[in-house]
C-alpha cells in the first residue's frame, strides 16, 4: 500500500512538473534537461563532464528532498523557467562551468550561502559575507558555482542587501560608491578575490569606454571584443558590470553583460554570433550547450564581453540546459 502510494506520488509530482515544462530529476537526482546538457559535453570533456554530474547530484540532494516538490525546480531565478541550474561559457577556455540552487525552496534565503559553502566544500572566509547579509531582506541568498577544467574552481555567489557590500570593500574601488551602479551580487573566491556585479540603467558605450579606461587602463581589447558582438551602434538600457578584484583590492577584469534576449532576435541568432567567438575546444564546448532542442524559451541567458589587466578579452554567456 505504502509503495502505491508513493508510486501516485511521484506520478502527480511528474505530472505537475511537465505542465510547468520543467523536467523531473532522473535516478541521478539531476533534470532530464541537465543529464542531456552532461551527456553531449561528454563527447568534449569527458572527465569533467563527469566531475560535473557527481558534483550536481550532490549540490541538488535538498531540493530533492523538498516538501515542494512541484516548486523545487521550477523556483529559481537563475534561469527563466526557474530551473535551479544554469551552464555557461567563456571563449577563454575549455572547461564544465555550471551555477545553481543548493537548498530547497522552503529554506531561510539566509541559511543559502553557508549551506552554498558545504555543498562545493569551500574552504575560504565566509564570515564577513554572513554577517552582511545577517537580518536582510535577500533576492535569492547564495548560489554555488564550479567550473570544471584544467583544474577545479569553486566559487559562491553572494546576495548583497540594498545594493551594499561588506564594510571592508565600500572603499576598495571607486566605482563601489558611484550612484549610477547598483551592485546586486558578489562571486567570492576561496582566495578573498571578489568579482562584483551591478545594474548599470544609464550606461552608454562613452561611458563603458571610459569605465575600461579608468580600471583596466586601456579600452581597446574590451571594445574590440564588445564590436564583434554588439548588433547595434550602442548599448541596450539597462545593462550591467562586474569588476573583479583581488583580495588586496586590486582590479583584475572588468565585463559588460546584457540579456542576450536584449540584443539578439532569437536564440538562433545568439547561436550564429557565438560560435565565430569560440576556438577549438572551447568552440566544442559551445556547440555541445547550444545543441540542445528548442522549448518555445529563451535558452541563452546573460551574454558578457570581458577584459582584464593584461589586454586579453573573451566572450561567455550563460546557458539554460534542454
Same mark, same amino acid.
Given at each position: 500500500?505504502?509503495? =502505491?502510494?508513493?508510486?501516485? #506520488?511521484?506520478?502527480?509530482?511528474?505530472?505537475?512538473?511537465?505542465?510547468?515544462?520543467?523536467?523531473? !530529476? =532522473?535516478?541521478?537526482?539531476? !533534470?532530464?534537461?541537465?543529464?542531456?546538457?552532461?551527456?553531449?559535453?561528454?563527447?568534449?570533456?569527458?572527465?569533467?563532464?563527469?566531475?560535473?554530474?557527481?558534483?550536481?547530484?550532490?549540490? %541538488?540532494?535538498?531540493?530533492?528532498?523538498? /516538501?515542494?516538490?512541484?516548486?523545487?525546480?521550477?523556483? $529559481?531565478?537563475?534561469? =527563466?523557467?526557474? %530551473? !535551479?541550474?544554469?551552464?555557461?561559457?567563456?571563449?577563454?577556455?575549455?572547461?564544465?562551468?555550471?551555477?545553481?540552487?543548493?537548498?530547497?525552496? +522552503?529554506?531561510? *534565503?539566509?541559511?543559502?550561502?553557508?549551506?552554498?559553502?558545504?555543498?562545493?566544500?569551500?574552504? #575560504?572566509?565566509?564570515?564577513?559575507?554572513?554577517?552582511?547579509?545577517?537580518?536582510? /531582506?535577500?533576492?535569492?541568498?547564495?548560489?554555488?558555482? @564550479?567550473?570544471?577544467?584544467?583544474?577545479? &574552481?569553486?566559487?559562491?555567489?553572494? *546576495?548583497?542587501?540594498?545594493?551594499?557590500?561588506? !564594510?571592508?570593500?565600500?572603499?576598495?574601488?571607486?566605482?563601489?560608491?558611484?550612484?549610477? %551602479?547598483?551592485? /546586486?551580487?558578489?562571486? @567570492?573566491?576561496? *582566495?578573498? $578575490?571578489?568579482?562584483?556585479?551591478?545594474?548599470?540603467?544609464?550606461?552608454?558605450?562613452?561611458?563603458?569606454?571610459?569605465?575600461?579606461?579608468?580600471?583596466?587602463?586601456? +579600452?581597446?581589447?574590451?571594445?574590440?571584443?564588445?564590436?564583434?558582438?554588439?548588433?547595434?551602434?550602442?548599448?541596450?538600457?539597462?545593462?550591467?558590470?562586474?569588476?573583479?578584484?583581488?583580495?588586496?583590492?586590486?582590479?583584475?577584469?572588468?565585463?559588460?553583460?546584457?540579456? &542576450?534576449?536584449?540584443?539578439? /532576435?532569437?536564440?538562433? +541568432?545568439?547561436?550564429?554570433?557565438?560560435?565565430?567567438?569560440?576556438?577549438?575546444?572551447?568552440?566544442?564546448?559551445?556547440?555541445?550547450?547550444?545543441?540542445?532542442?528548442?522549448?518555445?524559451?529563451?535558452?541563452?541567458?546573460?551574454?558578457?564581453?570581458?577584459?582584464?589587466?593584461?589586454?586579453?578579452?573573451?566572450?561567455?554567456?550563460?546557458?539554460?540546459?534542454?
Amino acid at each position: 500500500m505504502d509503495a =502505491n502510494i508513493a508510486r501516485d #506520488g511521484q506520478r502527480r509530482q511528474t505530472r505537475a512538473m511537465n505542465e510547468l515544462g520543467v523536467s523531473a !530529476p =532522473n535516478d541521478a537526482g539531476l !533534470p532530464a534537461s541537465v543529464a542531456a546538457t552532461l551527456q553531449r559535453l561528454r563527447a568534449v570533456l569527458p572527465a569533467q563532464a563527469e566531475q560535473a554530474q557527481a558534483r550536481l547530484a550532490r549540490a %541538488l540532494a535538498p531540493l530533492a528532498a523538498s /516538501r515542494w516538490p512541484q516548486v523545487a525546480w521550477s523556483f $529559481s531565478s537563475l534561469t =527563466n523557467t526557474g %530551473l !535551479p541550474v544554469e551552464f555557461a561559457w567563456t571563449s577563454r577556455e575549455a572547461a564544465v562551468r555550471w551555477t545553481a540552487e543548493v537548498a530547497e525552496p +522552503e529554506a531561510d *534565503d539566509a541559511a543559502r550561502l553557508q549551506r552554498a559553502a558545504q555543498a562545493v566544500e569551500w574552504c #575560504g572566509d565566509l564570515q564577513p559575507w554572513i554577517d552582511h547579509q545577517r537580518g536582510a /531582506r535577500l533576492k535569492f541568498g547564495a548560489w554555488a558555482s @564550479v567550473r570544471h577544467g584544467e583544474d577545479f &574552481a569553486a566559487k559562491l555567489y553572494a *546576495d548583497l542587501p540594498a545594493g551594499r557590500l561588506p !564594510p571592508q570593500w565600500r572603499d576598495r574601488h571607486p566605482a563601489f560608491a558611484s550612484q549610477l %551602479l547598483f551592485w /546586486r551580487m558578489c562571486g @567570492v573566491n576561496p *582566495d578573498g $578575490s571578489i568579482e562584483c556585479y551591478a545594474r548599470a540603467d544609464e550606461l552608454d558605450l562613452a561611458a563603458l569606454r571610459a569605465l575600461a579606461r579608468a580600471t583596466l587602463g586601456d +579600452e581597446a581589447a574590451l571594445l574590440q571584443r564588445l564590436m564583434q558582438v554588439l548588433p547595434a551602434d550602442d548599448l541596450p538600457r539597462p545593462s550591467g558590470i562586474s569588476l573583479a578584484l583581488s583580495a588586496q583590492g586590486q582590479v583584475r577584469a572588468l565585463t559588460w553583460f546584457t540579456f &542576450a534576449k536584449a540584443i539578439f /532576435r532569437d536564440d538562433a +541568432e545568439v547561436e550564429r554570433r557565438l560560435r565565430a567567438q569560440g576556438e577549438g575546444r572551447s568552440a566544442e564546448v559551445y556547440a555541445a550547450l547550444a545543441a540542445g532542442p528548442a522549448d518555445g524559451r529563451w535558452r541563452h541567458g546573460m551574454i558578457g564581453v570581458g577584459a582584464d589587466i593584461a589586454g586579453n578579452a573573451w566572450v561567455q554567456c550563460g546557458v539554460r540546459p534542454t
